[in-house]
């Protein structure tokens, strides 16, 4: 007989459960990267040539772009210090040029009469708020979601144990048996795609690739392995019977080779009614 656990033992179990680890933010890139972008964004608006006004918005973007290549997490958070520690450096510099060396920033028309000092001043504060308030935090955000999707491939990729790779031109049945296996299996995916089925997932396992198709009209899922290494043996046939047996979610497999089909492999399909094999030939004359 089981023995009932107490509210509080639940409490506790549930209390002992391993959270993930905080990513820390990285204040030493924060700073680097906000005292330069500050002090290099104030440099270019304070800058003699009116022309370099249109790094004002580039540079900032270029400083979150280089922090979000550098943090593993909170990007929000990573950008919003930042664009703070910019903009602050930014008003304290151009505070310094303004007032105590009575500089104008690039943006003033020359053509009207000279602003004061305040004047300049509510120029600069105003610029900082359109360009080193939002972009650094923005260049920031995209940076670090590029990197992820990035590693998601990467892992995707890892997980798969390979990848698909555009086959080129197959017109021929000498064409189809010089195809490497990551580019015959990507043929025969765009042909069962031709034939009204879609691709889901595709996995190398040693010498094979299993593309896991659905087919449009019926949902039904079939397992296709790919194969390059020898000619088509029974046991090959025996196994993804089994693979089948052991996921029944799947309707159907198929083996398909560019090279040739063993006679014994062929009786040991006819055999099997969810079991079909197809040689290269069969694959051009379906590809028409």
Known sequence: MATPVSQETKT??????????????????????????GLVWCLVIFAPF????????????????YLGRKIQGRALVHGVIFSLIASATALLLGSI???????????????QPAPTAQGNFLTLAMM????????????????????????AMRDEMSARGGQLERPGRVVSIEDLESLPLPKFGSWVAQLFRNNNFKLKNYKFNKDVIDLYLERNETAELWLVRCTISESLKPGQVQELYQDLRDNP????????????????????????????VLDGETLLEING
């Open 50 to 65: 009116s022309y370099m006004i249109y790094l004002a918005g580039v540079i900032p973007i270029g400083g979150g772009i």
């Open 249 to 276: 979610e799947w309707h159907k497999g198929v083996i398909v080779t560019s090279l040739k089909v063993q006679d014994g492999a062929r009786k040991s399909a006819k055999s099997r009614p969810n079991v079909e």
């Open 12 to 37: 506790d179990l549930k209390d002992t459960k391993p959270q993930a680890p905080a990513v820390p933010l990285l204040w030493r890139q924060l700073w680097i990267a906000g005292l330069l972008t």
């Open 97 to 111: 040029l303004v007032f105590t060396l009575s500089a104008k920033p690039a943006l003033n028309d020359p053509s």
């Open 128 to 151: 900082v708020g359109m360009t080193l308030l939002p972009f650094p935090a923005y260049g920031t955000v995209m940076a670090r979601r590029g990197q992820e999707r990035t590693q």
